[in-house]
């Protein structure tokens, strides 16, 4: 299922930095995490605007829940080779649920999603030291689905997935729609943003969990 799901969300674009979002509800940064990996470069990937507007859902299913996703995710590498990284960019969920009757989850993205930029990244102080540079969307939106199966549980699921190279760059997602069905109970989203070296270094950072009452 995993491979399914990253190759039905995986884009064939390499490109040294992406995309900015267009505004979300929450301006700022969320969360981040460091890892120096094995050739003594610090990667450090972060969480940027995230944003989960619950909505009513539309098929008005008590066991549907519904919502949109804003948000965007950031990643710097630091020392020796930096600008010769290459790796994937995730952004992605947990979904928690006591019970299920059934359960798909469905993510469907809509254009604008893609567009190449010099996006910048913030240090922890805060200097913008990569000011952006934006283009018109290049790619069409992405959808797919996947069955959870039978709850209670958590799945990891990775919605969006791109490939990038250098030394800086981003991925970004504005008013992407998701929605779980057959869900028995609430439904909590705990938003991910990792970043994965072409030689399998891996730094993962999560937000807070977001309730789909």
């Not at 969300?9 to 505004?23: K, R």
């Not at 910048?120 to 992405?142: C, E, M, Q, Y």
């Not at 970004?172 to 399998?200: D, F, K, M, Q």
Request: hydrophobic fraction near 40%; charge should be negative.
């Amino acid at each position: 299922m995993k491979t399914l799901i990253r190759v039905l969300a995986v884009f064939g674009v390499s490109v040294a930095a992406l995309f900015v979002s267009a505004g979300t509800s929450h301006a700022g940064l969320d969360n981040q995490l460091s890892l120096v990996d094995g050739q003594g470069r610090t990667l450090t990937i972060q969480q940027w605007d995230t944003f989960l507007n619950g909505v009513y859902p539309l098929d008005r299913n008590r066991l549907t829940r519904e919502w949109f996703h804003s948000g965007k995710a950031v990643y710097s590498v630091v020392g020796d080779g930096a600008k010769d990284f290459a790796g994937t960019l995730e952004l992605g969920y947990q979904i928690g649920f006591p019970w299920s009757l059934g359960v798909g989850i469905n993510f469907s993205y809509t254009t604008p999603n893609i567009a190449l930029d010099q996006q910048d990244f913030i240090s922890p102080g805060r200097v913008d030291l990569f000011p952006a540079i934006s283009t018109p969307p290049l790619l069409p939106g992405v959808s797919f689905s996947a069955d959870l199966g039978n709850g209670p549980g958590i799945q990891e699921v990775a919605t969006f997935s791109v490939d990038v190279k250098g030394d800086h760059g981003a991925v970004a997602v504005s008013n992407a729609h998701g929605t779980v069905t057959g869900a028995a109970g609430g439904v909590l989203l705990r938003p991910y943003a990792r970043l994965i070296s072409s030689a399998g270094d891996s730094v993962t950072t999560y937000g807070d969990p977001w309730n789909m009452n």
